[in-house]
């Protein structure tokens, strides 16, 4: 296994790029650190195959380096490099049993057959498959057969890393929370390097300890869950995990304190440097309360949809929706409201980034 770091990563599919736009991605500097348990998150077309891509082999970036440890393996090919890679559609031999098809990453590489046979064994075990192993892989559902491609991937114990490229799209919504919870599971057995491509944040969420973002062919931030959720580095990443997502208000900085419609709003701390001018607050529903009688900023209600653990409610002030979470009585459509921000998780974005810093913090 081996610590993976991508350093001045930019590749472009096309033959004589111009600007930036003509790059899938743009510029990457990322480690990965040996057995961590990763995901790769961002909408689709945002370049996160490309990027696993290169790290497999399958792709040589147009420009920068891929080192395992401090081995430069940029030009050899996905056999040399020894990884594990998952596909969103099963890759298995339909003319073999579920056995053999496990077995045959091992075999290839001329492992004992009793090894093959405690491996494939622990393998089958943990993905629940053992009853299938001599079941013929053409007779298997598309289910079974992706759980069997995941473990084609897991059953190496020698691998740098695991890489898994949005696998549970064929999987059935019912088994999908079952699967994504094995996976953590058996990454926490195996302790393989992991990383986990998908567009879903419930996906990346339960599966990460670090979850890296992406968007338009960049990193916009890396974190753990709950630094994504407490403190999104753009209001991209506060827009896209959530839901409903980041309340992204525009205010008017002036002298360090932020204007939202004329009122000023208290933020969590220093508003870091930010020049006077159009910037955004950022709150999250979960921090925004409801009341008819206590202070902050007048406002009336749209919408109000109980979703059964908690209620939404859709709240206009100053011509800007803002949503609140809430767990106990809501108030009705049509009503006049006031609404009151957590000071400790107002957040202030310049030009999209988080500028804001936490009280106290006199950097
Ligand atoms: P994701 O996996 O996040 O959906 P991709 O890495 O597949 O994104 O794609 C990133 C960008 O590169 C997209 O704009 C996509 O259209 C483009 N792209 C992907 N594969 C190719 C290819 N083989 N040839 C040309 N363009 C490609
Ligand atoms: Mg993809």
Redesign the pocket.
């Known amino acids: 296994m081996a610590q993976i770091t991508l350093s001045n990563l930019r590749h472009s599919?096309r033959p004589d790029p111009a600007d930036d736009d003509d790059y899938?991605l743009k510029k990457i500097d990322l480690t990965w650190d040996d057995g961590g348990a990763y995901a790769l998150l961002?909408p689709?077309?945002?370049?996160?195959?490309?990027l696993l891509n290169i790290i497999s082999g399958l792709l040589v970036p147009s420009e920068g380096k891929i080192l395992f440890d401090d081995r430069d393996v940029t030009a050899l090919p996905p056999a040399k490099r020894n990884i594990a890679q998952v596909f969103q559609f099963p890759v298995i031999y339909d003319t073999m049993t579920v056995y053999d098809n496990l077995a045959f990453p091992l075999r290839n590489r001329g492992r004992d057959e009793d090894i093959v046979k405690r491996r494939v064994t622990a393998i089958a075990e943990m993905l629940e498959v053992t009853g299938m192993l001599s079941t013929r892989a053409s007779n298997l559902s598309p289910d079974n057969k992706q759980k069997i491609s995941m473990g084609r991937g897991l059953v190496r114990e020698d691998v740098n890393v695991v890489m898994f490229d949005e696998p549970l799209t064929v999987i059935d919504p019912h088994l999908k929370w079952k699967l994504r919870s094995k996976l953590k599971e058996l990454h926490q057995r195996v302790r393989a390097t992991m990383i986990y491509v998908t567009h879903d944040q419930t996906e990346a969420l339960t599966f990460a300890d670090q979850v890296v973002v992406m968007q338009d062919g960049e990193i916009v931030q890396i974190g753990t869950p709950v630094d994504l959720f407490e403190r999104p580095a753009h209001t991209f990443v506060g827009h896209f995990i959530g839901s409903p997502g980041m309340n992204v208000l525009p205010c008017e900085v002036k002298g360090g304190a932020a204007f939202f419609g004329g009122e000023q709003v208290a933020l969590e701390g220093p508003a870091g440097g930010a020049a006077d001018g159009k910037a955004e607050v950022g709150i999250r529903p979960e921090f925004v309360s409801v009341s008819t009688t206590g202070g902050g900023i007048a406002a009336h209600v749209r919408k109000v949809a109980d979703i059964g653990r908690h209620k939404v409610v859709e709240a206009i002030a100053h011509d800007s929706r803002i949503h609140a979470i809430l767990e106990g009585d809501a108030p009705n459509a049509g009503d006049a409201v006031m609404l009151d921000f957590k000071r400790s998780q107002t957040r202030l974005y310049k030009d999209g980034w988080l500028a804001s810093r936490p009280e106290g913090d006199v950097r």
């Not at 689709?44 to 490309?50: A, I, N």
């Open positions: 599919y899938a961002g689709s077309g945002c370049g996160k195959s490309t």
